[in-house]
Antibody
Framework: QVQLQESGPGLVKPSGTLSLTCAVS?????????WNWVRQPPGKGLEWIGE???????NYNPSLRGRLTISVDKSTNQFSLKLNSVTAADTALYYC?????????????WGQGILVTVSS | QSVLTQPPSVSGAPGQTVIISCTGS?????????VHWYQQLPGRAPKLLIY???NRPSGVPDRFSGSKSGTSASLAITGLQAEDEADYHC????????????FGTGTKVTVL
């Protein structure tokens, strides 16, 4: 059974960097899957952030490109998110999720999520 | 920012049927991309509910069904139960955004 678990600081100062890690268990991060980040501002819908493949190939939401870096660490079976120059608009629940590579490419499973607040 | 539009809320009495729409465009649903649905119970992470327009993962009751036509998709919940009260999100891909993932605006289902 594949499980994902997010970790990282719950509070980030404005203009700082938001850094999160997703630990994968029950599957190798080197398997044929895309590893994703999705966020949900309080009371709002889901927003896709970006994803990474085991080779290091990434796809990013165009609205976040320039501030976003997603990386993978095969030695620890984890992948990470770094978002620079954060503002209050980046306050959200952040989820990591697996997206399978074969059609129909859905997200499953999801981590439990971690709330990140941007505030001084 | 969402390119897939859902009604903010729908409600129904126990046993009734509710239908949630997910309206897109010729760049996403109308382009032939599959639609997936996720159920988000209060305080919980989203969970896959329907994949590939109309397929249920193992363990999902057959009260839940999906369909797709043209530039829209729908999720139907028949025989509504109290435990179905949750947020529901559709998801697809969009060719105008380099074929990347897009989510719907989300719908809150209330069981009266």
């Amino acid at each position: 059974q594949v499980q994902l678990q997010e970790s990282g600081p719950g509070l980030v100062k404005p203009s700082g960097t938001l850094s999160l890690t997703c630990a994968v268990s029950g599957a190798s991060i080197s398997s044929s899957n895309w590893w994703n980040w999705v966020r949900q501002p309080p009371g709002k819908g889901l927003e896709w952030i970006g994803e990474i493949y085991q080779t290091g190939t990434t796809n990013y939401n165009p609205s976040l490109r320039g501030r976003l870096t997603i990386s993978v660490d095969k030695s620890t079976n984890q992948f990470s998110l770094k978002l620079n120059s954060v503002t209050a608009a980046d306050t959200a629940l952040y989820y990591c999720a697996r997206r399978i590579t074969i059609s129909p490419n859905y997200f499953d499973p999801w981590g439990q999520g971690i709330l990140v607040t941007v505030s001084s | 920012q969402s390119v897939l539009t859902q009604p903010p809320s729908v409600s129904g009495a126990p046993g009734q049927t509710v239908i949630i729409s997910c309206t897109g465009s010729s760049f996403n649903i109308g382009a032939g991309y599959d639609v997936h649905w996720y159920q988000q119970l209060p305080g919980r992470a989203p969970k896959l509910l329907i994949y590939g327009n109309n397929n249920r993962p193992s363990g999902v009751p057959d009260r839940f069904s999906g369909s797709k036509s043209g530039t829209s998709a729908s999720l139907a919940i028949t025989g509504l139960q109290a435990e179905d009260e949750a947020d529901y999100h559709c998801q697809s891909y969009d060719s105008s955004l380099s074929n990347f993932c897009v989510f719907g605006t989300g719908t809150k289902v209330t069981v009266l």
